[in-house]
T-cell receptor, first 114, second 115 residues
Framework: ETGVTQTPRHLVMGMTNKKSLKCEQHLGHNAMYWYKQSAKKPLELMFVYNFKEQTENNSVPSRFSPECPNSSHLFLHLHTLQPEDSALYLC?????????????FGQGTRLTVV | AQTVTQSQPEMSVQEAETVTLSCTYD???????LFWYKQPPSRQMILVIR??????QNATENRFSVNFQKAAKSFSLKISDSQLGDTAMYFCAFSYTSGTYKYIFGTGTRLKVLA
């Protein structure tokens, strides 16, 4: 498999549930990102990891907990979410310092909090 | 703060015609990159075209070209010979580096190509 893969594609969870989103990139990139995409809003950058180290936490509530065990995998652990957290969550990767400066995206996880 | 503004929430164009999507951005950086991404209903964000700020020449990629006006902080996308498969959300994005690349996106323009 190539590119950036996200699982699951769809997730429905209750406000008291705990779930995790997974992202895997097969591009040899060193940076990975979580974005939240809500209707009529710009993509919101949530977290950035560079060489497994978190370099950005964009004031994200603690009910979202990222984990980056290595440069190829990124998780987003979800706990006691609110209905307003329902959105499309996109994972991306990029190679910092390289010639290819663009981010590559996964297909996203559509999250519904009920 | 860096911001990206897309003032056209929706646009439509007839098949085979040309359409231009607008984007403006605000930054105090001198070295940065600009991108247009396409997001079809499949939700996969796909890079359409990119422009390095230090390059004066406008980028082109087959039917897609940009008009980059650095002084005006404007970065529009022109799609020539529009095709039905061009129907999608188009996002303008900006990136700079501060140890890593951060990508800032606009709100998007929904483009519909009409048969």
């Amino acid at each position: 498999e190539t590119g950036v893969t996200q699982t699951p594609r769809h997730l429905v969870m209750g406000m008291t549930n705990k779930k995790s989103l997974k992202c895997e990139q097969h591009l040899g990139h060193n940076a990975m990102y979580w974005y939240k995409q809500s209707a009529k809003k710009p993509l919101e950058l949530m977290f950035v990891y560079n060489f497994k180290e978190q370099t950005e936490n964009n004031s994200v509530p603690s009910r979202f907990s990222p984990e980056c065990p290595n440069s190829s995998h990124l998780f987003l652990h979800l706990h006691t979410l609110q209905p307003e957290d329902s959105a499309l969550y996109l994972c991306a990767s990029s190679q910092t310092g390289g010639k290819n400066t663009e981010a590559f995206f996964g297909q996203g996880t559509r999250l519904t909090v009920v | 703060a860096q911001t990206v503004t897309q003032s056209q929430p929706e646009m439509s164009v007839q098949e085979a015609e040309t359409v231009t999507l607008s984007c403006t951005y605000d930054t105090s950086e001198s070295n940065y990159y600009l991108f247009w991404y396409k997001q079809p209903p499949s939700r996969q964000m796909i890079l359409v075209i990119r422009q390095e700020a230090y390059k004066q020449q406008n980028a082109t990629e087959n039917r897609f070209s940009v008009n980059f006006q650095k002084a005006a902080k404007s970065f529009s996308l022109k799609i020539s010979d529009s095709q039905l498969g061009d129907t999608a959300m188009y996002f303008c994005a900006f990136s700079y580096t501060s140890g890593t690349y951060k990508y800032i996106f606009g709100t998007g323009t929904r483009l519909k190509v009409l048969a």
